[in-house]
């Protein structure tokens, strides 16, 4: 008998009256065991793959957090010791020597010197200790200062200002020596040489051309004729500016319903129209500490640092401000929920269930958070 291999079986070849020969074939799956064992390692490998994946999503969000919460950070600080710096500006003159004169009705400060800078601390009444600046408006619902956390407040000359032409007299017109200096009617402005210096309200402002009559002013004489003296008196037109920051309820929820707070901004001039600019977002705290140096003892080279609700018994006044903000993120990217300790301006902060105390607590929840802080110079302020 003759055979043929087909699928390693030997079948018989015959020949039939037809001359048709016939095979056998047989076909072979994978068995249960083996079939398993393959569902397994598959398995494996997919979930090893998911595993990469996760963490690797979990390490660019973390790392998107990480850069986004630094940016802001910077941003916000760049921000307020910028004005703070310049806090006190008025040009030539030194505010310690000669403070600018109030001449505009609807100034923001009664005493400059007094109100170039300070901070206030904000109570669960809204009430801000010391007060709120002059005409300030505290703002109830969307940008609500968040209670427990402190504001600052800063008074300045801008450091853009113009020459003008000298002034025939006090109560004269002012020519500047541009056509866009980008004043406007109703702006406050502030005008110096190196002896003296006023605040006053822009009654009208066209072409290079400003007026200051007393319909929005307590009197439109200047303290000067300003220009007489000279170019080396350096007489100089600026815009007045008087920014108030302070972290806000926005009012709004990320997905795990925690509150979004943000980093506000207000600017002049104070009214109803003119509402805080929000910032940054993912500001959850501000606190400041102020350095005094005692008046009475000149030969002490120390700063005493107290809050800002004892800034108004504490004698002199700041030269110092330290700084310290708790940045957080948008989304709830952590494992578990945050229970670190944070220092912001020497304050301790500690996780707390919602509603917290901000003055000593942050709401625990599954957001990354940082601690930033600096300390500040008050240039214009001995």
Sequence with gaps: MKYSYLNKQRVPATNSGRSIMQLAFTQRGFTMIELLIGMALGLIVVASAVTVFSGSRKSV?????????????????????????????????????????ILANNAPTDDYFASAFSASVIDPAGVWTPDAPLGFTIPVGRAQPVPGTHAVSVQFGSALNYTFDPLPAIDSDITLHVDDAGLVEGDLALISNCQVADIFEISSFSGSTIQHSSSVNRDKRLSAPYGQAGPNNRPRVMRFEANI???????????????????????????????????????????????????????????????????????????????????????????EEDTS??????????????????????????RLKLAFNTTVKIRNRR
């Design 245 to 335: 920051y302070y972290v806000g309820d926005t009012n709004r929820v990320n997905g795990a319903g925690d509150k979004i707070y943000s980093l506000y901004k207000q600017t002049l001039p104070y009214t109803e129209q003119n509402t805080p600019i929000e910032m940054i977002e993912g500001v959850a705290n501000l606190q400041v500490k102020l350095g005094f140096r005692d008046p009475d003892n000149a030969a002490s080279m120390g700063l005493t640092f107290v809050s800002p609700e004892d800034s108004a018994t504490t004698p002199g006044r700041p030269e110092v401000v330290q700084l310290g903000l708790l940045m957080q993120s948008y989304d709830s990217i952590l494992e």
């Design 61 to 101: 969000e973390l790392n998107s957090a990480l850069t986004d919460i630094q940016d802001s950070a910077r941003f916000a600080l760049d921000a307020i010791t910028r004005d703070i710096r310049m806090a006190g500006f008025q040009g030539c003159v030194d505010i310690n020597n000669a403070t600018a004169k």
């Design 341 to 366: 300790t944070y220092y912001i301006a020497g304050t301790e902060l500690i996780p707390a269930e919602e509603p917290v105390n901000s003055s000593i607590h942050y709401a625990s929840d599954k």
